[in-house]
């Protein structure tokens, strides 16, 4: 935490010189020193390393220094969905708790469904990013698109059968997902990269994004607001085994979009935002009062 406060008062020091570079140097160094494998030059994925870092500030600066005696019971199935939720959030709290939770988890729901005597199951998990399909290998789709495949409704049959609490044995069931909390910064994981055997590669789908006014209601299990605007992308050129990162970001104050790449910084054209190399996009919550040049991370 203190190496990456260092660099973000580096960032905002005002300096008479016209050009100044900063280096992340000495916060990849500590980051090598905890977690080896982000060690070398080597291509690493930007969405774990961003997880990685994250949970690591998170723990740093968690309000909750003595860790309660865990919760063992399961939640009462007779609660309604929204106590439910709640009780969940609570459970969490418990032990997680930060500024950093403040502005980066949200909560998804989970729906179980057994297709033989239609008892629902519902569970409430934490997420600190959502990983999102493309559901096209090239030209263009909306991020809602992505957002509609995440979403849907899927049968769970064969080996994914799971054990329906109320029969009492593996039944076929559909299970979807929902967003009960939307975060004040949502971060959104597009799943460029494959593995599998139908398809081994890269995505370069060009997914369509809102700047502004991103409307998310339509996946929304709660009453949270979740209408967002966007204010940076990290961006990868390149192949599955080797490629660059940039990142296009939106002023805080002045509005105005500048692209990263390495030492090289300059503004851009806002239009020149939205392209096939984006691959994890970062909104804000519109209305959000928490925009600061310390806090926008």
Same mark, same amino acid.
């Given at each position: %935490? /203190?190496t990456?406060?260092?660099l =973000?008062r580096? %960032?905002?020091?005002s #300096?008479?010189?016209?050009?100044r ?8 160094? %500590? =980051?090598?020193r905890?977690?080896p494998?982000?060690m070398?030059?080597q291509q690493q994925? $930007?969405q774990?390393?961003?997880?990685y870092?994250?949970e690591? *500030?998170?723990e740093?600066?968690?309000r ?5 005696k865990?919760?063992?019971? &399961?939640? &009462?199935?007779?609660? #309604?969905?929204?106590q439910?939720? %709640?009780? @969940?959030w ?8 930060s500024k950093f ?24 998990d934490p ?6 399909? =493309?559901?096209s290998r090239?030209?263009?789709v909306?991020?809602? $698109? ?8 899927? +049968?769970l049959?064969?080996?994914e059968k799971?054990t329906?609490?109320?029969c ?5 069931c559909?299970?979807?997902f929902? =967003?009960q909390?939307f975060p004040?910064?949502l971060?959104?994981h597009l799943?460029?990269f494959?593995t599998q ?5 890269k995505l370069?789908t060009?997914v369509?994004?809102s700047m /502004?006014g991103?409307d998310?209601s339509?996946?929304?299990?709660g009453?949270?607001?979740c209408?967002?605007? *966007?204010y940076g992308? @990290?961006n990868?050129?390149g192949? *599955? ?7 296009y970001?939106?002023h805080?104050y002045t ?5 990263y790449?390495?030492?090289r +910084?300059?503004?851009?054209d806002?239009?020149?935002v939205n ?11 519109a209305?959000s009062k928490h925009?600061?040049g #310390?806090?926008?991370?």
């Open positions: %935490m /203190n990456f406060c260092a =973000i580096d %960032m905002w020091t #300096s008479d010189e016209t050009e570079v900063l280096t992340t140097a000495p916060l990849k160094s %500590m =980051i090598q905890l977690a494998r982000f070398g030059s994925d $930007a774990e390393f961003l997880r870092l994250l690591g *500030l998170h740093d600066v968690n909750v220094t003595s860790r309660p865990p919760i063992t019971t &399961d939640i &009462d199935d007779s609660m #309604s969905a929204s439910k939720s %709640m009780e @969940a609570k459970r969490f709290l418990r032990l997680e708790n939770v403040d502005l980066f988890v949200g909560q998804l729901k989970a729906t179980l469904r057994c297709t033989v005597c239609g008892h629902e199951s519902v569970t409430f997420f600190w990013d959502l990983s999102l399909p =493309i559901p090239s030209g263009q909306r991020l809602q $698109a992505c957002f509609d495949l995440f979403t849907k409704e899927e +049968v049959d064969g080996d799971p329906c609490s109320k009492q044995k593996r039944q076929k559909t299970r979807s929902s =967003i909390k004040r910064i971060v959104v799943k460029r494959s055997e139908r398809f081994v590669g370069n060009t369509d994004f /502004n991103l998310l339509p996946y929304s299990a009453q949270t607001p209408r967002y605007s *966007l992308v @990290a990868h050129s192949t *599955l085994l080797s490629g660059h990162y940039t990142a970001c939106r805080p509005a105005e979009w500048y692209e790449n390495d030492s +910084v300059h503004v851009m806002q239009r020149n392209s096939g190399k984006a691959y994890v996009l970062f909104f804000e919550l209305g925009r600061s #310390s806090t926008h991370v």
